[in-house]
């Protein structure tokens, strides 16, 4: 059964507003923690609005990822998971992730799988929802190291080319 969507537009509005400011200030004050913290009501909605098989496991393991995000940031903890696979990217569920610094990967699947919950959807509520956790995922990227940022756009960038 559909969630209902009453107050759906001011709760997206709410929280995206929210993401904005946990972006602002994240990235102003190089906190990236802070960035993290204000995703936290976007992604509870995505969790509590998403009613497919492949949505709600999708959103479900975005949660978690975005938990063990707060420990990795807050506790400060550092792996090189490129050094521990001895490769620079894994194939992941159909998509190539760049490994680095573990900090680094929470991002990139919490993209990834804002992608999956974008294109599988059918509500826009979901939709926008997804939208917001996909560019807030880059800042939070950029907040831990803009160096992986530029090298994940360009990366970004020449597959999206490679596509067309």
């Known amino acids: ?33 802070l960035i993290v913290i204000f995703l936290i009501p976007t992604v509870a909605y995505e969790v509590y609005r998403t009613e497919g098989p492949s949505t709600v496991w999708a959103s479900w393991i975005l949660l978690i990822v975005l938990i063990l995000e707060i420990v990795l940031i807050a506790a400060n903890i550092n792996f090189d998971l490129a050094s521990f696979f001895g490769e620079s990217e894994k194939f992941v569920a159909g998509y190539t992730v760049p490994l680095g610094d573990i900090k ?57 080319i490679e596509s067309i």
């Not at 059964?1 to 994240?26: E, F, R």
């Open 104 to 160: 680094i990967v929470g991002p990139i699947v919490m993209a990834i799988l804002s992608i999956i919950l974008f294109v599988r959807t059918r509500g826009r509520y979901t939709k926008w929802l997804a939208a917001v956790i996909f560019i807030t995922c880059f800042a939070i990227v950029y907040a831990i190291n803009p160096e992986i940022f530029k090298n994940l756009l360009g990366l970004a960038v020449n597959r999206g």
């Open 1 to 33: 059964m559909a969630k209902p969507t009453k107050y759906a537009t001011l709760i997206c509005t709410i929280v995206s507003v929210l993401a904005l400011t946990g972006i602002i200030t994240g990235i102003l004050m190089s906190k990236p923690l």
